[in-house]
């Protein structure tokens, strides 16, 4: 507006400085034009009227350059300003790329999520879901109840028929829903996810559609490592068989159980057991059924035992139990249950009946101890005693037995055992 108004007040000023001109030089001009005047009638030509035309049309063309000009600065000033726009929103993608790859969990990545795509969205309403297996979970844009995000029933639709559009038409980019435009979370050739905008095509622009296209496969990628990157761990904290613990893992709870004990006065007692004669399964049946029987186990454990009881695969058809706040006869009621539990599992596998037994050592964090590996080292040397002495038993080790117990703590004595009630509840 500025740079009009002062061209308007040029114009004004050179017109005045012409007129001042043509009064100050008004007769030397005079002469002039009697003298072209004279020329005209002399030679029969018309010079007057040639330069008025040459006057005119150096006036338009002017005016043309500078309508031309005035243009080209407001096309280049709107270039200006769009290149400001995509500059500012590629360092919005840059930032939402660099919080994304230090997301290891789907909190982080909501967040990175929450905190960048609004100013690529431009004002506009957003959604992000992410397919697990046969469900979908929402990162951004949907309510909350009690905490935990609620994919509304219509969004889960609308995302489905997002996949399912992409799924027929593979290196779709972009899907448009009513007054939804729908991108699609692609990695390694396969769905993974959708983010739908309130928008339609027209009013998103091909630059906008571009910029929320590339948004959406920097989260895709960001989404996927989420995912390995919690595949990885699983695979580190449970052992795919069994669905237990791994000794790795286990291990670290130990250390953390035992200065808890400690700290506490709390109980904690451990269970060592062993399948019995499972090579035998093995060879007589093959791994296969071997493997199902240690599923088996896996599975009866999950159902019976406490959810703050630690299950771990120790190794091969070897377990460890953690209970944490179950003393020493609590833990040999747990082992017994468990004994009898296992007696009676009969694993069927290709129309054959593989019989199921284990034998138990137990042992107890002690008063004072500082060494939480040496609680598996008696329970293990319990376990050692129980298969040395017949298999299919409970045995306390030795020196953790309390209030005179004898050492051998045979089945049939353990159901005088009461459980005490901080100790697992067991069916009987």
């Known amino acids: ?157 609308l995302a489905t028929e997002v996949v399912s559009r992409v799924d027929a038409e593979p290196g779709t980019t972009m899907v448009a829903v009513g007054r939804t435009v729908a991108f699609p979370m692609v990695a390694g050739g396969t769905t993974i996810g959708v983010v739908g905008v309130d928008a339609d095509i027209e009013s998103l622009g091909e630059p906008g559609s571009r910029m929320l296209a590339a948004s959406t496969a920097v989260l895709a990628i960001a989404v996927r490592n989420v995912q390995l990157f919690n595949e990885i761990r699983e695979s580190n904290v449970h052992d795919a068989l069994t669905g237990c613990f791994t000794r790795a893992y286990a291990r670290q709870v130990l250390d953390i159980e035992f200065k808890r004990a400690q700290r506490s006065g709390l109980p904690l007692s451990a269970i060592m057991f062993d399948l019995d004669h499972f090579k035998q399964i093995n060879d007589k049946h093959g791994h296969l059924a071997g493997d199902a029987v240690l599923a088996g186990v896996g599975r009866q454990l999950r159902e019976i035992l406490r959810g703050a009881d630690i299950k771990c695969r120790y190794g091969g058809e070897e377990f460890l139990l953690l209970l944490p706040d179950t003393p020493l006869a609590g833990a040999a009621r747990v082992a017994e249950s468990l004994r009898q539990d296992f007696a009676g599992m009969v694993v069927t596998w290709e129309s054959r009946r593989v019989p199921v037994n284990a034998s138990f050592g137990i042992s107890a964090v002690r008063s004072g101890e500082r060494d939480p590996q040496a609680v598996l080292a008696r329970a293990d040397s319990a376990l050692y005693r129980a298969k040395h002495e017949g298999r299919n038993c409970v045995r306390i080790h030795e020196n953790d037995s309390a209030g005179g117990e004898p050492p051998v703590l045979e089945a049939r004595r353990l159901q005088n055992i009461s459980l005490v009630a901080t100790g697992p509840q067991l069916p009987s």
């Open 1 to 157: 507006m500025i740079s009009r108004s002062a061209g308007r007040y040029d114009a004004l000023l050179l017109a005045g400085l012409t007129c001042a001109l043509l009064v100050i030089f008004w007769q030397p001009i005079r002469v002039v034009l009697e003298a072209a005047r004279t020329f005209e009638n002399l030679h029969g030509l018309s010079l007057m009227p040639a330069l008025v035309i040459l006057t005119v049309v150096f006036l338009f063309q002017q005016q043309a350059k500078r309508q031309d000009a005035a243009t080209h600065a407001a096309t280049t000033a709107a270039e200006a300003a769009q290149a400001h726009a995509r500059a500012g929103e590629l360092e919005e993608l840059v930032n939402l790329g660099r919080s994304l790859s230090e997301a290891l969990d789907f909190d982080a990545l909501r967040e990175a999520a929450w905190q960048h795509m609004p100013a690529l969205l431009r004002g506009r309403s957003c959604w992000i879901l992410v397919r697990e297996a046969a469900r979908w979970r929402a990162v951004m844009g949907v309510t909350r109840i009690t905490g935990h995000p609620v994919v509304p029933a219509h969004l889960q639709d």
